[in-house]
């Protein structure tokens, strides 16, 4: 992640379908979440009451956690970044290893936005 001059940065998506991002393109965009102080501040709640989700790095404008999957337990990384300029939070899920995830990333992002606006 890269928040230096201008809009931040999240990492590229690699070139397997593993991977979804809000700066991504074509099947691996997402849309970002709302970027309003309320959902920033409540986002931390969500991750951990995700179960299995653990928030490794947090500051004023970043959030990065790990997930771990339920069946073979392989680890998912998820990054967010406060994008101001943008008025979104930008958001990316993507698997450390293998090639398919069958959609888990993408599901999980949506259930964060889904329980963000729940609560």
């Known amino acids: 992640m890269s928040t230096d001059a201008g809009s931040p940065q999240l990492r590229p998506c690699p070139r397997k379908p593993?991977?979804?991002s809000s700066q991504?393109?074509?099947?691996?965009?997402?849309?970002?979440?709302?970027?309003?102080?309320g959902t920033w501040e409540?986002?931390?709640g969500?991750?951990?009451?995700?179960?299995?989700?653990?928030i490794v790095e947090q500051t004023a404008e970043t959030i990065?956690?790990?997930?771990?999957?339920?069946?073979?337990?392989?680890?998912?990384d998820l990054d967010f970044v406060r994008d101001?300029?943008?008025g979104v939070i930008q958001v990316r899920s993507a698997s450390r290893l293998g090639y398919s995830d069958f959609g888990v990333n993408r599901r999980r992002l949506e259930t964060v936005r889904s329980e963000l606006k729940k609560r």
């Not at 991504?24 to 102080?37: A, F, N, S, T, V």
């Not at 990065?64 to 998912?76: G, H, I, M, N, P």
Request: glycine share 12%; net charge positive.
């Open 46 to 54: 969500v991750l951990e009451a995700l179960g299995g989700v653990r």
């Open 84 to 86: 101001p300029e943008q």
């Open 24 to 37: 991504g393109r074509g099947k691996q965009y997402i849309e970002p979440l709302p970027g309003d102080e």
């Open 42 to 44: 409540r986002l931390p």
């Open 64 to 76: 990065r956690a790990e997930a771990r999957t339920r069946v073979l337990r392989f680890v998912d």
């Open 18 to 20: 593993n991977c979804v």
